[in-house]
C-alpha cells in the first residue's frame, strides 16, 4: 500500500480539526431552525422551509466554491464559505429577535454556506489521496463532524437559556453558538491549511489554472461517464431522504410537546450514525468496492424508514433507532458515492463534477425539505417516511445493473 503524502497527513488533521468545530455550529441550528420558523410562522408546513433555506443556500454556494478552489485553492474556497456563514447565523439572531420572518430565512439560506465548506472539506481529502485510500481519507473528514455535530443539538436548551438571558429568543441561542463556531473555524483553516491541498496536486500532476468547464458540460461528462453518474445519485438521492426525513422528526415531536432536550437527544443519535462510523464506511468502501456500500446504504435507508414511519410522537427510543438508521445510510451513500465519482471523472472536470455533485444533492435536499413540510401538514409523518423510501429503492434497483 502507497504511503501517504507528508502533505497528506498535516491536511487531513487540520481539515478534521475545522470539522469538529464546524459540526457544532451546523449541527445545533437542525431542530433550532424549524421550531424557530414554526414558532414565528405557526405553520409545519412553512416549518420545512427553514432545512429547506439551509440546504438550497447549500446549494447555492456549491459551484462558487468549487470556482474559488480553482481559482484560488481549496484555503480561499473554505475561508469564503465559512466568512458566508457566519454573517447568515448573525442575520437570524436579529432577524429571529426582531420577529422578521423573511430575513430569518434569508439568513438561514446564508449559513448553508457552512455545509457546502464541509461537503467541499471532504473533497479536499482526495487531493492528496492515494488510489488505495481514497475512501478512508475521505471518512476521516467526514467523522471528524462526529464530535461537534453529536454536540451541538445537545447544546439546543443550554443555549437556549444564554439568548434568554440576553433578552432574545430562545431559539435564537443555537445561531448564537454556529456564528462563533464557524468563525473559530475560519481561524483553524486560515492559519493551518498550509500547503493548499488542490494547489499542490496540480502541481504534483503539472496541471496549469486551466479554464472551468461550464455547469452543463460538467453535467454531460458526468452521466456519460461509467460509474460517475451512478456515483451522484447516489450522493442525491441519500441527501434527499436525509434530510426530508430529519427536518420534520422535530415537528413530528413537538406535536406531543416533547421537550427541546428530548428532541435534540434524538437528533444528536441522528448525527452520530451520519458521522460516527465513517472510518468503518470508508474502509468498506476501499476493501469491497464502493458499489457494495452504496448498496448496503440503500438497505438501511428503507429500514429506517419503515423504523421511523411507524413511530409515535412519543416513540423517542424507536425514533432515535430510525433517526441513526438514517443517518448510517446517508453515510454509506455519501461516502461510496463521493469516492466513486471522484475516481471516475477525468482530471480536467475534477473540481467541476465535485461542484455540480454538491450543487444536485443540495437541491434534492431543498426539495426534501419542502416535500417534507407539505407531507406531514397533509397527511402524517408515516405518509412522509413511506415516500421517501420509493426513490431510495429506485436507486437500489438501478445498482443492480453495475457492476
Given at each position: ?42 405553520s409545519d408546513s412553512i ?38 456563514a457566519v454573517t447568515g ?14 430575513v430569518t430565512l434569508g ?297
Open positions: 500500500m502507497s504511503k501517504r503524502h507528508p502533505a497528506q497527513v498535516r491536511t487531513l488533521r487540520v481539515l478534521s480539526t475545522a470539522q469538529v468545530v464546524n459540526g457544532i455550529g451546523v449541527s445545533s441550528t437542525i431542530a433550532a431552525g424549524s421550531l424557530l420558523v414554526n414558532s414565528m410562522a405557526h416549518a420545512g422551509l427553514a432545512q429547506t433555506m439551509s440546504v438550497l443556500g447549500a446549494a447555492l454556494m456549491a459551484i462558487p466554491l468549487a470556482r474559488l478552489t480553482n481559482r484560488g485553492g481549496r484555503r480561499y474556497a473554505l475561508l469564503s464559505g465559512y466568512g458566508v447565523a448573525v442575520t437570524v439572531v436579529v432577524a429571529g429577535a426582531a420577529g422578521w420572518l423573511v439568513g438561514i439560506l446564508l449559513l448553508g454556506a457552512a455545509s457546502a465548506s464541509s461537503y467541499q472539506a471532504r473533497f479536499a481529502a482526495l487531493d492528496l489521496a492515494t488510489h488505495e485510500t481514497k475512501s478512508r481519507d475521505l471518512s476521516l473528514v467526514v467523522w471528524g463532524s462526529t464530535i461537534g455535530s453529536v454536540a451541538g443539538p445537545n447544546l439546543l436548551a443550554p443555549a437556549g437559556h444564554l439568548a434568554a438571558s440576553w433578552g432574545l429568543p430562545n431559539l435564537t441561542g443555537p445561531y448564537i453558538v454556529a456564528a462563533t463556531a464557524i468563525a473559530l473555524s475560519v481561524l483553524i483553516v486560515g492559519i493551518f491549511l498550509r500547503p493548499d491541498p488542490f494547489l499542490l496536486a496540480r502541481e504534483q500532476a503539472g496541471a496549469s489554472s486551466a479554464e472551468r468547464p461550464a455547469l452543463r458540460t460538467t453535467l454531460r461528462h458526468i452521466m456519460n461517464t461509467k460509474g460517475a453518474a451512478l456515483g451522484a445519485a447516489s450522493i442525491s438521492v441519500g441527501h434527499l431522504a436525509m434530510v426530508a426525513v430529519m427536518v420534520m422528526t422535530p415537528v413530528h415531536m413537538k406535536h406531543m410537546d416533547v421537550s427541546l432536550t428530548v428532541i435534540g437527544l434524538v437528533i444528536s443519535v441522528h448525527v452520530l450514525g451520519m458521522f460516527a462510523f465513517s472510518p468503518a464506511v470508508g474502509w468498506c468502501a476501499d476493501r469491497w468496492g464502493s458499489l457494495r456500500v452504496v448498496r448496503l446504504g440503500v438497505v438501511v435507508l428503507l429500514a429506517a424508514t419503515v423504523v421511523a414511519g411507524l413511530a409515535p410522537p412519543m416513540g423517542t427510543t424507536q425514533l432515535m433507532v430510525g433517526l441513526f438508521l438514517l443517518g448510517l445510510g446517508w453515510s454509506c451513500t455519501l461516502i461510496a458515492g463521493s469516492t466513486m465519482l471522484s475516481s471516475a471523472v477525468s482530471n480536467e472536470f475534477r473540481s467541476s463534477s465535485q461542484g455540480s455533485s454538491d450543487l444536485v444533492m443540495n437541491l434534492m435536499g431543498a426539495l426534501g425539505g419542502v416535500i417534507g413540510g407539505l407531507v406531514i401538514s397533509t397527511w402524517s409523518y408515516g405518509w412522509l417516511c413511506a415516500l421517501v423510501a420509493l426513490p431510495v429503492g429506485v436507486l437500489g434497483l438501478s445498482t443492480l445493473r453495475h457492476r
